[in-house]
């Protein structure tokens, strides 16, 4: 448990507790939050624009530094994604923190264009097999919902429990109006129970339940060129946040670098090649096999998708955005890559793919 030295226990155990939370312009935000209710949870269902990503302490996009007051972490900070330093000033993670007196925090507001969170029922509309074990899942929603590029949801089976996050492939609309059909890239894990449900049979007609929308994958400074890696069904959120930049900037160059295992495995062809037609030669398309069968007739370059990160990729390092999003190790290891090549960290906006539901 975390604890400052001015703990603040005026108020009953019964209470609401209170949470001022600090900008770094100075502004301030003060709400309140049942005690041992989760901190960002809370702060989301009541519209607060707090950072998030992936709300299991994984990315660590809602760091926040502790002030004053006590929380309980539900998960061991040295397995978190926060660094030695960021623990010893007194950061938690906001989605795994338990709030158990008033809190006084800094945390980065306001910087997701915050959309107001919905459950709406769904039906299939698209269910598509495509190469490497991924289906193109694509619901029409009963009541239209908006969202910002780059943002995910969680879906259900109507009737059922096991709820899944994935990450809209589509582009916004433009005049921000909501969505009346979503789409996502749903990949098969061997012993995933949603996963393998999926793959059964066609799920044409099948009722679903649809929340969201929730995350941030960096909302602002669009005419800033951006790279952009996607490692398998991370492909998804690269779609919409590619599709989005297109439309705002007239000027903005955007490069893809697209990891697969083999030729075989190379999926969503037909979105990508709008993509790159819709973009012409501001979107540049690189592919890369890691396990690509030697002799094979595939001229393209080979290995992890951090070997094609380097100075032959022919981009400024120092003034671009980067876009990652992918399994876990994949986009730590991007990550310590780009900056070792001159990216900004706070340019940096990631999204770690963690599978629930294996055995």
């Given amino acids: 448990m975390l604890q400052t030295a001015a ?99 800094e945390a980065k507001l306001g910087g997701g264009a915050m959309l107001p969170v919905k459950t709406v029922p769904a039906r299939v509309v698209r269910w598509h097999k495509l190469p490497g074990e991924v289906i193109d899942l694509r619901l029409a929603l009963e009541t239209p919902v908006p969202f910002n590029a780059g943002q995910y949801c969680t879906i259900a089976e109507s009737g059922s429990f096991t709820r899944r996050s994935y990450s809209y492939y589509d582009t916004p609309a433009a005049d921000g109006s909501g969505a009346s059909e979503i789409g996502f890239l749903v990949k098969r894990l061997p012993g995933g129970k949603f996963s393998e449900w999926l793959f059964a049979e066609d799920r044409s007609g099948v009722k679903f339940w649809v929340e969201g929308p929730f995350g941030v994958m960096g909302v602002d400074d669009f005419d800033r060129d951006g790279l952009c890696v996607a490692g398998g069904t991370g492909l998804s959120p690269i779609l919409s946040i590619v599709g989005d930049r297109l439309r705002k900037s007239k000027t903005a160059k955007f490069t893809i670098v697209f990891g697969v295992r083999t030729a075989k495995d190379i999926f969503a062809n037909d979105r990508l090649n709008a993509l790159l037609a819709e973009g012409g030669d501001r979107v540049r398309l690189v592919t890369i096999l890691s396990h690509e069968p030697a002799g094979s007739s595939w001229t393209g370059p080979r290995g992890l998708v951090t070997a094609a990160l380097d100075e032959t990729l022919g981009i400024d390092y120092a003034q671009t955005a980067a876009f990652i999003c992918g399994n876990l190790g994949m986009v730590e290891a991007v990550e310590k890559r780009l900056i070792g090549l001159g990216v900004q960290a706070d340019r940096i906006h990631a999204d770690k793919f963690v599978p629930s539901g294996t055995p």
């Fill in 7 to 105: 703990d603040p226990t005026a108020r009953t155990r019964t209470d609401p507790c209170k949470i001022t939370v600090r900008g770094k312009d100075g502004a301030e935000l003060v709400f309140e939050v049942n005690r041992n209710d989760m901190l960002l949870k809370a702060a989301i269902e009541q519209g607060i624009d707090y950072p998030h990503n992936c709300r299991v302490g994984v990315c660590g996009t809602c760091k926040t530094r502790l002030v004053n007051g006590r929380v309980s972490p539900m998960v061991d900070l040295a397995l978190s994604p926060l660094t030695n330093e960021q623990i010893e000033a007194g950061f938690v993670l906001a989605c795994q923190a338990k709030v158990r007196t008033d809190l006084v925090l």
